[in-house]
């Protein structure tokens, strides 16, 4: 099958960690890699966001990556994008008159625009992820979200005119079910991992306490990261690595990670809490390797891959109880379930957990086998694959296309 993914400001390319560099480009490179090796023809198209940026990129794993010009050659906050995506569309349906594509996968809102601009009057299907919706962003960010002021209304248009939407989690499935998305026009599919880097086994990276637990996202203050921090100072002999943000040498000039230091400071546990800013991936498993808990505190998460990481290291997780942390971390089973934004439970889950070394282990050899039996790439690729299928088989009438 010819597939063209399209992810508007989450490049496969891009190095993770910025402020609007994390899950969503892990799930495009590793899904179209995943499909790939499973012997289709995978095309992600990008917005071009360097003047130096080639026209389009061959990766190692196979699938192409195209740079549509849409905007200015330069990085922009992913906010500032919508004025071009019909602009991006149109430079997508032009490439799809001589390399038409099978069916369309979307990745966040502003590419469904896009996508379904360049796709209407054909008869191609078009599959949205939106990996984040807009209503549960407002819900929890109220008026600090710095959403267009038109993407609750438009993500609906998307949310009603395209032919599928994969969800992440059950938990955006209900969601969408408010908005008024049929149950049989969702699947749910999960992000995954990559089994062959994040082992149990392998380098693990030194430590300077006798306990650490680690935390790993964009450096926002959704992330929760100060949920860890105040949890920290009710955790003696503990430190607390944060990965995420702009690289070392330039967090002092990061508004969130001078705000996180400045709490640890009034803490008193600045000298616990390690900030790494971007880290290779090649460095990330030895880093959860190193740990004994994984700690994952967001506001809200439409998924969450980083618990996926630790679990398949072997870590336990302790998670805040929303989103897609909800399916992926078992309460009891592979890690401890918390009340979001509650610093008190969350250290004493922690505690509970280093004071128990069987019971570590025992969670992360449940976290592994979990990983294992429900998260590779591949089984994401098949049932994706199994989605894309179901929708072309049972695409909505052209005509409906054309009426919206």
């Known amino acids: 099958m010819k597939i063209a993914m399209v992810s508007e400001h989450a490049s496969p390319l891009a190095t993770l960690g910025g402020v609007d560099a994390g899950g969503q480009n892990v799930h495009v490179a590793e899904l179209s890699a995943a499909l790939r090796r499973q012997g289709h023809d995978v095309t992600v198209y990008t917005r071009r966001d360097s003047a130096h940026a080639p026209h389009s990129v061959t990766t190692a794993p196979g699938y192409r990556v195209v740079h549509v010009p849409a905007g200015p050659a330069r ?3 992913k906010d500032e994008l919508l004025p071009y995506m019909g602009e991006f569309g149109e430079v997508m349906r032009e490439h799809w008159r001589t390399d038409r594509p099978d069916v369309v996968h979307a990745h966040f809102w502003m590419s469904g625009l896009a996508a379904l601009a360049a796709a209407r009057g054909t008869d191609i299907p078009v599959v949205q992820t939106f990996h984040a919706l807009g209503v549960v962003k407002r819900r929890h960010q109220g008026s600090l979200d710095t959403s267009p002021p038109d993407r609750l209304r438009l993500e609906q248009q998307v949310a009603e005119q395209a032919d599928r939407i994969i969800a992440t989690c059950t938990d955006e499935v209900f969601e969408l079910a408010r908005m008024g998305v049929p149950r049989s026009r969702a699947s749910v599919v999960p992000c995954g991992v990559d089994l062959e880097q994040f082992t149990p086994e392998g380098p693990m990276a030194s430590r300077t306490a006798e306990h650490r637990i680690v935390s790993v996202g964009r450096l926002v203050p959704r992330k929760g990261f100060d949920v860890a921090i105040t949890a920290l100072a009710e955790l003696p002999d503990t430190e607390l690595v944060l990965v995420g943000g ?21 803490l008193g546990v600045g000298d616990r809490v390690h900030m790494l800013g971007q880290v290779p991936r090649s460095q990330m498993a030895p880093l959860l390797r190193s740990s004994d808990v994984a700690v994952c505190t967001p506001w809200y998460e439409p998924f969450g891959i980083t618990p996926l990481e630790a679990m398949a290291c072997g870590v336990p997780v302790v998670a805040a109880a929303v989103g897609g942390l909800i399916d992926t971390v078992v309460d009891g089973g592979t890690g401890k379930l918390v009340p979001p934004r509650s610093p008190a439970p969350l250290a004493a889950a922690i505690r509970e957990l280093l004071d128990a070394p069987a ?46």
């Open 75 to 77: 990085p922009l906050p």
């Open 246 to 266: 702009p690289d070392d040498g330039r967090l002092a000039d990061d508004a969130e990670a001078r705000r996180l230091l400045t709490l640890a400071d009034e």
């Open 359 to 404: 019971l570590r282990q025992q969670y992360g050899a449940a976290g592994h086998d979990r990983v294992h039996t429900r998260y590779s790439w591949d089984r994401v690729a098949a049932e994706t694959m199994r989605a894309y299928r179901r929708t072309a088989n049972g695409r909505v009438s052209d005509d409906r296309k054309q009426a919206q």
